[in-house]
């Protein structure tokens, strides 16, 4: 199973982006997709999650500036980052609840950097 995340890059404060990840492989189906930040300064924390029922989970730093979704049948999630602000820069990771067929685990992506200036 591959986690693959697109769409990371430079930006100034104000602007916005769009993150995707898409898992492939062999499995049964994915329950929650979540998107998480890293930075030298921080552990990875987590931005949006949301399951398979489309409920979503936002960190209190990006509620009203991010949107979380997801299309099931491409077993891709999105995030609408808008509204950035310097301290969303970081390494943004996708995170996968994978239900395999005898297996149950997480997969990470590798990550893609975000910078934003102000």
């Known amino acids: 199973v591959d986690v693959v995340e697109s769409g990371g890059g430079l930006g100034q404060a104000g602007g916005s982006l769009r993150l995707s990840c898409t898992v492939s492989g062999h499995m049964h189906s994915v329950n929650i997709m979540g998107w998480y930040r890293q930075t030298p300064e921080q552990e990875r924390e987590l931005v949006a999650s949301i399951s398979r029922s489309g409920e979503t989970n936002y960190a209190d730093s990006v509620k009203g500036r991010f949107a979380i979704s997801r299309v099931d049948n491409e077993n891709t999630v999105n995030l609408q980052m808008n509204n950035w602000t310097p301290e969303d820069t970081g390494v943004y990771y996708c995170?996968?609840?994978?239900?395999?067929?005898?297996?149950?685990?997480?997969?990470w992506g590798q990550g893609t950097q975000v910078t934003v200036s102000s």
């Open positions: 995170k996968a609840e994978i239900v395999g067929y005898t297996w149950f685990g997480d997969r």
